[in-house]
């Protein structure tokens, strides 16, 4: 049985906006042996794939791995909960569904982890990600792999 499900977000032809995907695919192998785990790299549909899991009579723990701007550093991590969340701290996934109230609806344990990354003005795209996201990636990872829900 599913008891976490890690749900990385994010556009890996908009650059930066990729962080999610990044992250989901760097934790497949590590954590694929695991039975209770499932990772999924849901692009930028996320936000459907949420509610599919909402629907569930016992729907398993949620970590959501997203890009987002909260007004830190490029490359920033934070960890959020659904009443931490709001319009200035990335409240709004950058793929058009709010981010904030998908979580808190969420009828199981829910948290976010976003990477700040920037908004040039562009929404171009672009396959390169910039070294401070990066090497959030891999810090991400080791943070997501000593959480409660997935520690061993």
């Not at 569904?97 to 003005?121: F, H, M």
């Amino acid at each position: 049985m599913t008891a976490t499900v890690i749900v990385g977000c994010g556009n890996l032809l908009r650059g930066d906006d990729g962080f999610g995907c990044l992250v989901a695919q760097r934790l497949t192998p590590m954590l694929s042996p695991r039975r209770d785990i499932e990772i999924v790299d849901a692009g930028s549909a996320a936000g459907p794939y949420i509610n599919l899991l909402s629907s569930e009579n016992d729907p398993p723990s949620l970590i959501v791995i997203d890009a987002g701007m909260f007004g830190a550093r490029r490359g920033e991590l934070r960890l959020f909960t659904p009443g931490e969340m709001g319009a200035d701290t990335g409240g709004h996934s950058l793929h058009g569904w709010p981010l904030q109230s998908e979580i808190t609806r969420y009828p199981g344990a829910a948290k976010a982890l976003l990477c700040q990354v920037d908004n040039d003005g562009t929404n171009g795209m672009s396959l390169d990600v910039s070294s401070e996201v990066r090497d959030a990636v891999a810090h991400a990872c080791t943070m997501v792999c000593q959480m409660p829900e997935v520690r061993t």
